[in-house]
Structure formats: C-alpha cells, structure tokens
C-alpha cells in the first residue's frame, strides 16, 4: 500500500500562488507516476497535471502556463506550483500515485484550495 499526504492548501486571492506538496511512503517501488487531481463542488474529478518517473509532464489545458508539477524522487515527494490563481481553480485538490498519471491507484485525503475574487 502507499500513503500520500498532501500539505500547502489554503485560501488565496485572484492572483496569488500556492506550493502544494505530497508526501508518499509505504509500497513507494509500485509508483511510476504522480499527479495532482481537483474537484470542485459539483463537478467531476479532473486530471490537473501528471509526472512519470523518467520525468514526463502533462497539464491540463485550463492550467498551462500557470501551474508546474515537479518531483524529488529521493524524498518521494511531488510538488504542484500554482501561480496566477483563478477562482475557477477553487477545488480540493489530490495527490493521485500509481502506473500510470491517468488510472492511478493510490490517492491522498485531499486538500482545500479557494481562490477568491
């Protein structure tokens, strides 16, 4: 099994950044991807942005050019850098580890992001 435990949510004006991190620990060797996931009220949960273990990305169109994924392999950590906060980026945000970015298997408990106008 594998633990994730997201940190760095909180409440930003239009604008702003914030630094989410993920720690994972546990069955780590089964991880090959990592990626941050959103849902906002009434809505799906989406696909924010995904990194493999060669270092590969992939963004979401609505956050190109505003959001950076990143990992530190050796502290098993990945990073989701926000800037140029939207509100429409308002959700609580996961940490998602698996095979792959797009089915992981693994996921955090979730942290809160509000973007407000």
């Known amino acids: 099994q594998v633990q994730l435990v997201e940190s760095g949510g909180g409440l930003v004006q239009a604008g702003g950044s914030l630094r989410l991190s993920c720690a994972a620990s546990g069955s780590i060797f089964s991880i090959n991807a990592m990626a941050w996931y959103r849902q906002a009220p009434g809505k799906q949960r989406e696909l924010v942005a995904g990194i493999s273990s060669l270092g590969n990305k992939y963004y979401a169109d609505s956050v190109k050019g505003r959001f950076t994924i990143s990992r530190d392999n050796a502290k098993n950590t990945v990073y989701l850098q926000m800037n140029s906060l939207k509100p429409e980026d308002t959700a609580v945000y996961y940490c998602?580890?698996?095979?792959?970015?797009?089915?992981?298997?693994?996921w955090g408990q979730g942290t809160q992001v509000t973007v407000s106008t």
């Open positions: 998602a580890a698996g095979r792959q970015y797009y089915s992981p298997s693994s």
